[in-house]
């Protein structure tokens, strides 16, 4: 059986999908497993989800950092000193530099919970639901320089319903985002899409 391959993860909160990749890397036949978790924000909550599983966690402060460079510079030396072949942003909530995103480049992947191109950025629900669509969801993508573009890997569809806040259809979307970054992730590490 080749190696897994070796997954960083970025978070900055709660850290639902860090638990939904954990939980997939606990099949012997998965092909990837996560070795290190870094936030840059103490005390964030998929932290813990990393400590229970037995996983490296660091804290890497953007706040530490005069620039953005600098600070994504203190990420990939950790990742590269964790021998990371591919990084999962999970809730990540910083921009990086072009620098950082050209280095990994085709080994950087994010889960965004809307049908991109559609509803980038931040209050995803709330234009979701304002744009009057009928169906939304998640998609998990390459990282470019642009934030919230790269070349898509998977989607997974949900329905918007009459009388939903962004809090209903954030829950049925999570649900599928659960499911999705786990199948994307098997999808890149074994080479099955490529950036
Ligand atoms: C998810 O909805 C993800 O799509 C978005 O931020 C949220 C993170 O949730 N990028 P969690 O921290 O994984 O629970």
Same mark, same amino acid.
């Given at each position: 059986?080749?190696?897994? +391959?070796? @997954?960083?993860?970025?978070?900055?909160?709660?850290?639902?999908?860090?638990? &939904? *990749?954990?939980? $997939?890397?606990?099949? #012997?036949?998965?092909?990837?497993?996560?070795?290190?978790?870094?936030?840059?924000?103490?005390?964030?909550?998929?932290?813990?989800?990393?400590?229970?599983?037995?996983?490296?966690?660091?804290?890497?402060?953007?706040?530490?950092?005069?620039?953005?460079?600098?600070?994504?510079?203190?990420?990939?030396?950790?990742?590269?000193?964790?021998?990371?072949?591919?990084?999962?942003?999970?809730?990540?909530?910083?921009?990086?530099?072009? +620098?950082? @995103?050209?280095?990994?480049?085709?080994?950087?992947?994010?889960?965004?919970? &809307? *049908?991109?191109? $559609?509803?980038?950025? #931040?209050?995803?629900?709330?234009?979701?639901?304002?744009?009057?669509?009928?169906?939304?969801?998640?998609?998990?993508?390459?990282?470019?320089?642009?934030?919230?573009?790269?070349?898509?890997?998977?989607?997974?569809?949900?329905?918007?319903?009459?009388?939903?806040?962004?809090?209903?259809?954030?829950?049925?979307?999570?649900?599928?985002?659960?499911?999705?970054?786990?199948?994307?992730?098997?999808?890149?590490?074994?080479?099955?899409?490529?950036?």
């Amino acid at each position: 059986m080749s190696a897994k +391959s070796k @997954v960083g993860v970025l978070i900055s909160g709660r850290g639902s999908n860090l638990k &939904s *990749l954990i939980a $997939a890397c606990t099949d #012997t036949n998965y092909p990837a497993e996560i070795v290190l978790v870094i936030s840059n924000v103490a005390g964030a909550g998929g932290l813990t989800h990393a400590s229970n599983a037995g996983i490296e966690t660091k804290v890497i402060s953007h706040k530490a950092y005069p620039s953005r460079e600098a600070f994504d510079s203190a990420i990939d030396t950790a990742l590269n000193d964790a021998g990371i072949d591919i990084v999962c942003e999970a809730g990540f909530m910083r921009i990086h530099s072009e +620098s950082f @995103v050209r280095k990994w480049q085709g080994r950087i992947i994010n889960i965004h919970p &809307s *049908l991109l191109p $559609a509803f980038k950025g #931040t209050h995803v629900h709330e234009q979701a639901i304002a744009a009057g669509v009928r169906m939304s969801g998640c998609t998990v993508h390459f990282v470019a320089a642009e934030v919230d573009s790269g070349p898509i890997i998977a989607q997974s569809a949900v329905p918007v319903l009459k009388g939903d806040t962004p809090e209903t259809l954030a829950a049925r979307v999570l649900e599928e985002e659960h499911k999705l970054y786990p199948l994307a992730l098997r999808l890149a590490v074994e080479g099955r899409v490529r950036a």
